[in-house]
């Protein structure tokens, strides 16, 4: 599976858009975009996937480069429930089943 | 709608002393399941996924070790318990890729161990 990349931090106003930044140039065709969150001492919650067309659903919009190598998630209103490690993965059917989980980005939400 | 259930949510065992996690999942049939360890500030690591009943793969050598007696359980276990098996330990599971052909992974509550 391809590695991504994405920044340790970042701080969003309450009310404001986040926008969390992933690169992931060595994506493959078959590759999809996973995001993930993980709220302080809970499990990971996913939020949403794509493959290469923009994606949007409850919590989220996914939007995502025309070459494929990097993408963005946009919490479109944050509020202070959304401080939380935002993790960015790249994954297909070679590799198994297996998900690794990077560092993610720390997001902050500041009132 | 799915759900999944770890217990127990907190733990506190002794050095040396057998371990026993369970893990459950509700309204789906024929997921994967996995097992994820997270030390107190890192990431997560996988320990063991299953694609079936019975079949296991581990992905890190340790004592621990992982069943799935049923479809729908995955256990995680240990004879002995080691101070380096603290940690914070989440049950997953994700729908078979057969079914939908995407891989992602809904998340247990997770049981915090602390070896004492």
């Known amino acids: 599976d391809a590695k991504t990349t994405q920044p340790p931090s970042m701080d969003c106003a309450e009310g404001r858009a986040a926008n969390l930044p992933c690169n992931h140039s060595?994506?493959?065709?078959?590759?999809?975009v996973y995001w993930y969150r993980q709220i302080h001492s809970q499990g990971p919650q996913y939020i949403i996937h794509g493959l290469k067309n923009n994606e949007t659903n409850e919590m989220a919009s996914l939007i995502i480069t025309e070459d494929r190598k990097s993408s963005t998630l946009i919490l479109p209103h944050a509020t202070l429930r959304d401080t939380a490690v935002y993790y960015c993965?790249?994954?297909?059917?070679?590799?198994?089943?297996?998900?690794?989980f990077g560092a993610g980005t720390r997001l902050f939400v500041k009132a | 709608s799915q759900t999944i259930h770890q217990w127990p949510a907190t733990l506190v065992q002794p050095v040396g002393s057998p371990l026993s996690l369970e893990c459950t999942v509700e309204?789906?049939?024929?997921?994967?399941l996995y097992w994820y360890r997270q030390a107190a500030g890192r990431g997560l690591q996988l320990l063991f996924y299953s694609v079936g009943i019975g079949q296991i793969s581990s992905e890190v050598p340790q004592n621990l070790s992982a069943s799935r007696p049923q479809d729908r359980q995955f256990i995680l276990s240990s004879k002995k318990l080691l101070l380096s098996d603290s940690g914070f330990y989440l049950c997953?599971?994700?729908?078979?890729?057969?079914?939908?052909?995407?891989?992602?992974?809904?998340f247990g509550p997770g049981t915090r161990l602390t070896v004492t």
């Open positions: 309204g789906t049939s024929n997921p994967n």
């Open positions: 993965i790249v994954r297909g059917y070679t590799g198994g089943f297996k998900t690794i």
């Open positions: 997953a599971w994700s729908p078979h890729p057969r079914d939908r052909g995407t891989y992602e992974q809904y």
């Open positions: 060595t994506i493959s065709g078959n590759e999809y």
